[in-house]
C-alpha cells in the first residue's frame, strides 16, 4: 500500500488539469483522460496485488470529481482496464511510444465502452454505439497523443518512488 497517497494526488492533479486547463486550451473539447493514462501506467509499471484497489481508487476518484453522473462506472472499468493491460503488459514491449499509444486507445475505448453499459443501466443515455462513436475517438486521440509524454513524467516520479519497495508481492514473477 506505499505509494497509495502518491497515486491519488497523481490522479487528482491529472483531474484538476485535464478539467481546467486542457479544456481551455484544446478544440473541439478534446481532453485527454489523464486518469485512464495513470491506470495503464499502474498496469504498466506497479502490477502487484494492491494494483487493481490503486486502479478502483483512480475510477472513483474520476466518478467523484470528473465525470458527475454516477459513482462506480469508471471505477469498475479503470479494474478492467487494468487487469486487460496487465495480462498483456508481459509481452509488450512498453518503453515503444507507439505501443503506449495504442495501449492507451485502445483502454480508452474500452473504458469508455463499460463506463456507458453501467451508467445506461441506471440513467437513459444515449446508445453505446452512439456514445463510441460521437465521443470516445476525440478522447482516445487525444489521450493516445499525450501519453507517451505523460509517461516518461510518470516514470521519472512514481517509479522513482516505487524504487527500493520491492518486498510487495507481485502477480508474476
Known amino acids: 500500500m506505499e505509494g497509495f497517497i502518491l497515486y491519488l494526488l497523481a490522479g487528482l492533479a491529472g483531474l484538476i488539469i485535464q ?3 486542457l479544456k481551455v486550451i484544446l478544440p473541439f473539447n ?3 483522460n489523464l486518469v485512464l493514462i495513470l491506470v495503464v501506467f499502474l498496469a ?3 502490477n502487484r496485488l494492491d494494483g487493481p484497489f490503486f486502479a478502483f481508487m ?5 466518478d467523484l470529481f470528473g ?3 454516477l459513482l462506480g462506472p ?3 472499468a479503470a479494474v478492467v482496464v487494468y487487469f486487460v493491460v496487465t495480462s498483456f503488459s508481459k509481452r509488450l514491449f512498453v518503453e515503444s511510444s ?3 499509444a495504442m495501449v492507451v486507445l485502445v483502454a480508452s475505448f474500452l473504458n469508455h465502452a463499460i463506463a456507458s453499459v453501467i451508467t445506461s443501466q441506471f440513467i437513459p443515455t444515449e446508445s453505446l454505439w452512439s456514445v463510441l462513436l460521437r465521443y470516445s ?10 501519453a507517451p509524454l505523460v509517461f516518461k513524467y510518470l516514470k521519472k516520479f512514481l517509479v522513482r518512488a516505487d524504487q527500493g519497495r520491492t518486498h510487495d508481492q507481485a502477480w508474476s514473477k
Do not use: K, Q
Not at 475517438?137 to 499525450?146: C, D, L, R
Open 74 to 76: 469508471n471505477a469498475s
Open 44 to 46: 504498466f509499471y506497479r
Open 67 to 69: 465525470s458527475h453522473l
Open 137 to 146: 475517438p476525440f478522447e482516445a486521440i487525444v489521450s493516445a497523443i499525450v
Open 19 to 21: 478539467g481546467s486547463v
Open 30 to 32: 478534446a481532453v485527454p
Open 58 to 62: 483512480l475510477g472513483l476518484e474520476y
Open 98 to 100: 507507439f505501443t503506449l
